[in-house]
């Protein structure tokens, strides 16, 4: 079980609930965040929308599927969103992909965003018992990809031309952490 709130060394962590409405109506239509992370989903989301999908997630009651979390600073100014997503298909399987939402670019050096990834690994591998956690970086992001890479994650390929922003394709690269991986590169190692 995830709690609502947890207060780490530099950061706060909410579970995003609809109070929290116009942060992440920002974080999926703010300019910086769909060239640089979401991509092909560049359509402005209304915020009747996202309080429907926050509305879902809080409602469901199985083996959860999502988990939306969204990042403050030691001065309480929203810095980021992190997700996970797990993979189910027949049941629930032993990975999921990580999402990582900076509210700025230089927030992805911030360190409130940095321990706020390594409490979602941590809840990844600890909590949910997971083998495997991916990300898919677009390939001309290197701060976020550089940014996973010091997290441990590990180059996979690139999934050629997948995403569409303005008219051109991009790629997206495939990267991972396994679960031994993350024990010798994590915080929780030293």
Request: aromatic letters at 12%; a positive charge; charged letters at 35%.
């Amino acid at each position: 079980r995830i709690e609502c709130m947890e207060t780490l060394k530099h950061c706060t962590i909410e579970v995003l609930e609809k109070k929290q409405l116009d942060v992440w109506w920002e974080l999926r239509n703010s300019a910086y965040a769909k060239r640089y992370y979401w991509g092909n989903m560049l359509r402005v989301y209304s915020k009747r929308e996202l309080e429907k999908e926050i509305e879902k997630q809080l409602k469901s009651k199985d083996a959860r599927k999502e988990y939306h979390f969204l990042v403050k600073n030691k001065r309480s100014e929203y810095v980021g969103y992190v997700g996970i997503n797990r993979h189910f298909w027949a049941e629930p399987s032993h990975n999921a992909g990580i999402t990582v939402i900076p509210r700025k670019s230089q927030h992805l050096r911030n360190k409130a965003l940095s321990e706020a990834v390594d409490w979602v690994l941590d809840k990844c591998f600890l909590g949910l018992r997971l083998h495997t956690v991916c990300a898919q970086p677009l390939e001309f992001n290197e701060p976020y990809i550089r940014f996973l890479e010091k997290k441990g994650f590990q180059r996979q390929g690139v999934l050629r031309r997948v995403t569409q922003i303005d008219g051109k394709f991009y790629g997206r690269v495939m990267m991972d952490i396994l679960d031994r991986e993350w024990r010798k590169h994590g915080p929780h190692s030293r």
